[in-house]
């Protein structure tokens, strides 16, 4: 089988690799010429375990091509996906410019009947857009051709992207259309074979089912942060209580760890554009824009907990362990680190970072004046972060922070502080071994 796969971001790349790797000829297309040559190169634009040996071995054999020509991947195939990006737009709704831009070139091209695969994050109501965007470039050509438009949100996290690909917990596909339903069950047969994963649906309950699935994961971030920092209130151990509630099956152990808030590209976003949806359809967002709000606050929890601890901050000297939203990736869209470094920085420290992926990252987020007048230092190992430091801030839980050791890193920084912004260490040991020391709701 032969498709292609439009935007090789995160998405995009994953889902053309790991389709690749069951079997299919997968051509990916990317208006960005500069990425598109170093993925032909064999060079991985982002960090994403496993991916890397996982496109070499696609592209040696065959299977998987890349080019910025969409015409021309569209002539080899008849399944055509869109990745592209849907960042949010100036009132919060999700910006489908990049969406519709590729629908409008694939009516441009489109030469016999095709199954076009919104994979992007999309509002409700957007495989109409997109029709409508191809219909019309069909009328203006003066062609009548057969097409179907498919919703197949993608659930993947990053840092276990290509693991979530291909070990998906379901595979929702939104269609009203038999023809369109029969092309999607043989793109995905791999997971029918033995327990099957597929979930056919609506198109637009599709669309609502990847808003709704993000939201709800945000929720119970927001949730249990709350807790956390009434916990911090009341003089109560937060990880007590979530292993209280966690052992509840109904509750269950997963997104409930409290922290600096939630980041990444998603979550943020998604959040925003469902609140925008509900304004739309009249709806009272109550339980989101408190998910919102939370959030907001959470990030800047770190920032007064190290300014209660160490007073006024200008002048002193401050680590910090992890820039990346979450470990196992390069990314830091709307991770907590950033707000952090940024208000640490204007209140006039100086900021010693670490991070085992992020670093070149970081140096695209944060205004280089903060670089070269030496308020911003970039560390190559962690343990420089911390010299002479007067605190030590954990805002990414990387396997390599979790078990440090202790006596290097006590004798290392100028006053004992932690503030760990993940709830990696164990208060009473870090007491005992003569820090001072802070989690989110911790005792
Ligand atoms: N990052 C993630 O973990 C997940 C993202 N999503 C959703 O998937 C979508 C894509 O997200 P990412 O992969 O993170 O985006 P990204 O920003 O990493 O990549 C988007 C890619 O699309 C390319 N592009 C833009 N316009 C194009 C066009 N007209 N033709 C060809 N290529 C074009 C860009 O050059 C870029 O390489 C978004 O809607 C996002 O919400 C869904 C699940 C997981
Ligand atoms: O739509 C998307 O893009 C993706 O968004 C999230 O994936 P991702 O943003 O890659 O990462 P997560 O592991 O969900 O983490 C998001 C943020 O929540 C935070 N988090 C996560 C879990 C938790 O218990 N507590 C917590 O603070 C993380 O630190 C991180 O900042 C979802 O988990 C994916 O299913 C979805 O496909």
Same mark, same amino acid.
């Given at each position: ?26 051509? *990916? ?6 990425? /598109? ?20 071995? *696609? ?9 910025? %020509? ?6 080899? %195939?008849? !399944? ?26 694939? +009516? ?13 994050? !999309? ?107 009434? *916990? ?14 966690? %052992? ?17 590209? *998603? ?19 109550? /339980? ?34 992890g820039?990346?939203?979450?470990p ?24 010693? /970072? ?19 007048? +030496? ?21 990414t839980e990387w396997?390599?922070y979790r ?19 993940r709830?990696v ?19």
């Amino acid at each position: 089988m032969r498709i292609s796969v439009v935007g090789t971001g995160y998405v995009g790349l994953v889902s053309g690799a790991c389709f690749a790797d069951m079997g299919m000829n997968v051509t *990916c297309v990317d208006i960005d010429q500069a990425k /598109v040559q170093r993925l032909r190169e064999g060079h991985i634009p982002i960090f994403e375990p496993g991916l890397e040996p996982l496109v070499k071995r *696609c592209v040696a054999q065959g299977q998987l091509h890349f080019t910025t %020509s969409l015409p021309d991947a569209m002539a080899n %195939s008849n !399944v055509y996906f869109i990745a592209v990006g849907t960042p949010t737009g100036e009132d919060g709704s999700a910006d489908l410019q990049y969406v519709l831009a590729v629908a409008k070139e694939i +009516g441009e091209h489109l030469k016999d009947y095709a199954v076009i695969v919104d994979k992007s994050t !999309v509002p409700v109501g957007t495989a109409d857009k997109v029709r409508a965007t191809i219909q019309a470039e069909l009328d203006k050509r003066g062609v009548s051709i057969d097409f179907d438009v498919v919703s197949n949100p993608e659930f993947l996290k990053e840092g276990a992207a290509v693991d979530d690909f291909m070990k998906p917990d379901r595979i929702v596909i939104g269609t009203e259309s038999e023809r369109a339903r029969a092309i999607m069950a043989e793109v995905y047969q791999e997971f029918s074979r033995n327990h099957n994963k597929i979930m056919f649906m609506g198109v637009r309950d599709a669309e609502m089912t990847k808003y709704a699935a993000n939201a709800m994961l945000a929720t119970k971030i927001s949730f249990m942060n709350e807790i956390a920092n009434l *916990c911090d209130a009341m003089d109560v151990d937060v990880e007590q209580v979530r292993h209280g509630i966690g %052992s509840d099956s109904r509750i269950g152990y997963s997104f409930i760890y409290p922290g600096c808030g939630y980041g990444g590209s *998603c979550f943020p976003k998604d959040v925003k554009a469902l609140v925008r949806m509900a304004h739309e359809a009249d709806v009272k967002p109550y /339980v989101l824009d408190a998910v919102e709000a939370r959030n907001a606050d959470q990030k800047k929890v770190v920032a007064a907990k190290t300014q209660r601890l160490l007073g006024n901050v200008k002048g002193k000297r401050i680590a910090v362990w992890g820039l990346a939203f979450k470990p196992g990736t390069d990314d830091m869209r709307e991770a907590p680190s950033i707000p952090f470094i940024t208000r640490m920085l204007e209140a006039g420290a100086t900021v010693c /970072v670490h991070d085992p992926e992020a670093m070149t990252t970081s140096k695209r987020e944060f205004a280089p004046k903060w670089i070269e007048n +030496g308020q911003l230092i970039y560390c190559n190992n962690q343990f420089d972060a911390v010299k002479d430091a007067d605190a030590l801030v954990l805002l990414t839980e990387w396997k390599q922070y979790r078990q440090p050791d202790f006596a290097r890193l006590l004798a290392s920084l100028k006053a004992p502080v932690v503030i760990d912004g993940r709830n990696v260490y164990n208060p009473r040991r870090m007491k005992a071994l003569g820090f001072t020391y802070e989690g989110i709701g911790r005792r």
